[in-house]
């Protein structure tokens, strides 16, 4: 008897202990929900939303209207440590992770500062390692973070298009991108997404054929069409938008669910992505319609080589069989976060002839195989799996210009390019480099490097390659002071920084030999110094900048001033 009381004295301990865990843990995660604030204090209006399709990559999280202005309060949404600082000319800008108890991460991008203390912790490291690009990671709890404490100001760093504010939530594990629309944003939005045209296509392959359908307006939430549908697989593209209501901007959609007779075919939400996925997004766009038109037509199907994680554990692939003589009716739902959802009611009946057969292919490219195209002074190299299909690609010469097929196919790898360098006058060919020919045939530069006696690089994009030439240096000048000026009243050296073509590769500056920190901005191509950085005793100063832009041309700048030891 006693042995059986002693175990059912265990069992109730252990069932008050899971209790006791269980309560804490809600009380917790209550408290941390308690203690959730905006991250910046003017009516939120979107840019951006989460997980929309961009020329290269899903966004991972929302952009944040901030008025078109700069320098706007910037707070942390809970309480929390800095674990990273990340400051870049380029992706984005000057931006901080902040991560908190409940195994979250929120990010903050594109600030033209940061707070005064962390401005402090940075500065000290840049000039340790005497590099205004830097990416800092502070131990835990070195830079304590409060709820709603400030944190950085809103700006334009980096590669934003304007001012706004980028804002992510992470998974702290894996830093996985989560929607951040599941916090209690105080967005107003009733609007519908919007239709814009309403497409069906032969296969999933980027050069398949399609067929547009002229869709009506039932309503405000219902579009519908009708049709003779060529017989086959087929499946469905769109070209849409959602927005809010203060916003005109032209958002991405939540979540999309195809129905063909009441059966469902295909559906995705966006609630959680991997950067991995942007490896793939060119499978849920037509290729050859953003390429040659800019227009971005989404398409609602799955392809056998994607890896989308959203689309990880979907049965369907949005591929739908049409038979010729039978009616058919496909539904198509389409939401935002709020809910807000757009219906297409499309009928069809199945035609006796189905979508024409793309010719066939004269330079036929399987994924499975590697190809290696060898001529007199160039050559380039197609790894396995370089493409997602098998594709019709002519690698040739022509002239000096290396043409290696047309941008008409998504690339899964990047191919490599090797360029022989021709023997003449080393200067002018130190100031030569490989470059690409954009779509208005003008060479744009294209990093590679030197080895062997070959230029050699890789490219994302099937074109046009050339030899071309920068022969002009870097141009530098101060724009706030004159040679030999008394800058007392000065806080701040401001300078112009530009390159006529393939742009700046690096630069240094020094006044009376001691490394200063020139903060980059190449949209404006400015560069400034602030003058409290540093103590000097003496009063005459020397400040020199060195720069050297990507074909190796160099400049050096030199430049007088008098100021009072600080």
């Avoid at 929900?33 to 929302?62: C, M, V, Y």
């Avoid at 402090?120 to 709820?147: D, G, M, W």
């Avoid at 049409?322 to 198509?332: A, D, F, R, T």
């Amino acid at each position: 008897m006693d042995f059986y009381l002693a175990l059912q004295n265990i069992s109730s301990l252990k069932v008050f202990n899971l209790l006791f865990i269980f309560f804490i843990n809600l009380s917790l995660s209550s408290q941390l929900k308690q203690d959730w604030t905006h991250p910046i204090e003017i009516p939120i209006q979107l840019s951006g939303t989460f997980g929309e399709l961009r020329n290269n990559h899903f966004h991972a999280g929302l952009d944040i209207k901030t008025q078109g202005r700069q320098g706007i309060p910037v707070k942390s949404i809970k309480v929390g440590w800095i674990n990273r600082v990340r400051v870049s000319v380029s992706g984005y800008g000057k931006a901080l992770y902040v991560e908190h108890l409940d195994g979250t991460t929120s990010v903050y991008a594109h600030l033209k500062k940061f707070s005064s203390k962390i401005e402090a912790y940075l500065k000290e490291k840049q000039y340790q390692k005497e590099s205004y690009n830097i990416q800092i990671f502070p131990k835990v709890n070195e830079l304590k973070i409060e709820s709603g404490e400030i944190i950085g100001y809103s700006g334009n760093t980096g590669g934003s298009n304007g001012p706004h504010l980028h804002f992510e939530i992470r998974d702290s594990k894996g830093q996985i991108p989560i929607n951040p629309m599941q916090y209690p944003f105080e967005i107003s939005d009733t609007l519908r997404p919007q239709i814009q045209n309403f497409y069906l296509y032969s296969g999933i392959h980027p050069f398949s054929n399609r067929k547009e359908f002229q869709i009506i307006k039932k309503n405000d939430s219902v579009y519908t069409t009708v049709g003779i549908c060529p017989s086959g697989k087929i499946n469905v593209g769109l070209r849409l938008f959602d927005r809010q209501n203060l916003s005109y901007n032209k958002n991405g959609i939540y979540s999309a669910l195809i129905r063909l007779n009441g059966v469902e075919t295909f559906s995705y939400k966006m609630d959680r992505i991997s950067f991995n996925d942007s490896k793939y997004i060119n499978l849920l766009v037509d290729y050859n319609e953003l390429v040659k038109r800019k227009t971005r037509i989404q398409r609602f199907v799955s392809h056998p080589e994607q890896k989308l994680s959203f689309l990880k554990n979907i049965p369907f692939t949005g591929e739908m069989l049409i038979e010729e003589g039978k009616s058919y009716q496909i539904l198509i739902e389409i939401r935002d976060y709020n809910q807000n959802t757009t219906y297409i009611e499309a009928y069809f009946r199945g035609g006796s002839e189905a979508f024409s057969l793309n010719k066939n292919l004269e330079n036929p490219l399987v994924p499975s195989k590697d190809y290696h195209f060898k001529f007199e002074n160039q050559s380039v190299y197609f790894p396995k799996k370089s493409f997602f299909d098998t594709v019709d690609l002519r690698v040739e010469i022509k002239a000096d210009t290396l043409i290696v097929g047309k941008n008409d196919y998504p690339l899964r790898k990047a191919f490599e390019i090797k360029y022989k360098v021709p023997k003449g006058d080393s200067l002018k060919i130190a100031q030569s480099f490989l470059a690409f020919l954009n779509r208005n045939g003008k060479p744009t530069f294209f990093t590679s490097f030197k080895k062997d006696g070959y230029w050699e690089g890789k490219s994302t994009k099937l074109g046009k390659f050339v030899i071309s030439s920068d022969t002009i240096p870097p141009i530098i000048e101060a724009t706030n002071f004159k040679t030999k000026q008394w800058l007392n009243n000065h806080n701040l050296l401001k300078f112009k920084i530009s390159d006529d073509f393939s742009g700046i590769k690096k630069f240094r500056g020094e006044i009376n030999g001691r490394w200063i920190l020139l903060e980059h901005e190449p949209k404006n191509n400015s560069l400034i110094y602030n003058l409290n950085d540093l103590v000097f005793k003496q009063t005459h100063h020397y400040l020199k900048i060195d720069a050297e832009d990507r074909a190796g041309n160099k400049t050096l700048f030199k430049i007088e001033f008098l100021r009072k030891s600080n």
